[in-house]
């Protein structure tokens, strides 16, 4: 069963720069490895859904950055790249990928499956809120995009995973939310148990919704 769970920004900059939203992460990874789970699992968003073995490699370069985590060939897409290279020398027993458009049924029944485990699960959810929230964001911006980032936030803040279900694939879409697959893998994984959960920041410094959060059983 899913006994805690982190949700971190899958962007690169949360490696290379934002000391505060780094931080952050480090707190909710710390999170995980007190639940002392089983297994621990790392989700994140990326073109296909896939299922990579524990040790595999991922790296930075195609954005200009030589960074690399694991050994072998990168493989890894970035969200699983970002998570290898802040947990550094730990490393997952399982890395997920789950496409950035999956249905949300597909989602939830591939966090059924992870959190449905007999063993104790940890899950770090690499996710991104949406990046429409400003004139200079890299999406176009949009008035409902503020109100849907701060209801992922309370989301996360308040291990509510009935909300997180219930995103609407289409409208994330339109308001370029990448994490959402992610996050609703991480509501499948969680199931009607309660959870408390934890907001360690939320920002958005370039008009895209970045947080830290904690769910623990």
């Known amino acids: 069963m899913l006994v805690a769970a982190a949700v971190c920004p899958s962007t690169p900059l949360v490696v290379l720069g934002m000391p505060e939203l780094r931080s952050a992460c480090h707190a909710a990874i710390a999170a995980l490895r007190e639940a002392r789970p089983d297994t621990l ?6 073109e296909a859904t896939r299922a990579y073995e524990a040790g595999a490699a991922g790296t930075l370069r195609p954005w200009g950055v030589d960074r690399t985590a ?48 007999g063993d104790r699960v940890a899950l770090l959810v690499m996710a991104d809120g949406s990046a429409c929230l400003s004139p200079r964001a890299p999406g176009r911006y949009d008035e409902a ?12 803040a308040t291990g509510d995973p009935a909300t997180l279900a219930a995103l609407d694939p289409a409208e994330a879409d339109r308001l370029w939310v990448s994490g ?35 769910w623990l059983a």
Do not use: H, M, W
């Open 145 to 156: 995009a503020g109100p849907y980032n701060e209801l992922i936030a309370k989301a996360v």
């Open 70 to 117: 694991g050994a072998g060939e990168p493989v890894l897409p970035l969200s699983l790249t970002v998570a290898r290279l802040l947990l550094e020398a730990q490393e997952p027993q399982r890395c997920q990928s789950v496409a950035f458009g999956a249905p949300a049924a597909d989602c939830l029944a591939l966090g059924g499956e992870l959190g449905g485990r």
């Open 180 to 214: 959402r697959a992610a996050l609703q893998v991480l509501a499948g994984a969680a199931g009607a148990r309660a959870y408390r959960g934890r907001l360690l920041t939320a920002s958005a410094p370039y008009g895209v919704g970045y947080l830290a959060g904690t």
């Open 41 to 46: 699992v790392v989700v994140g968003g990326a």
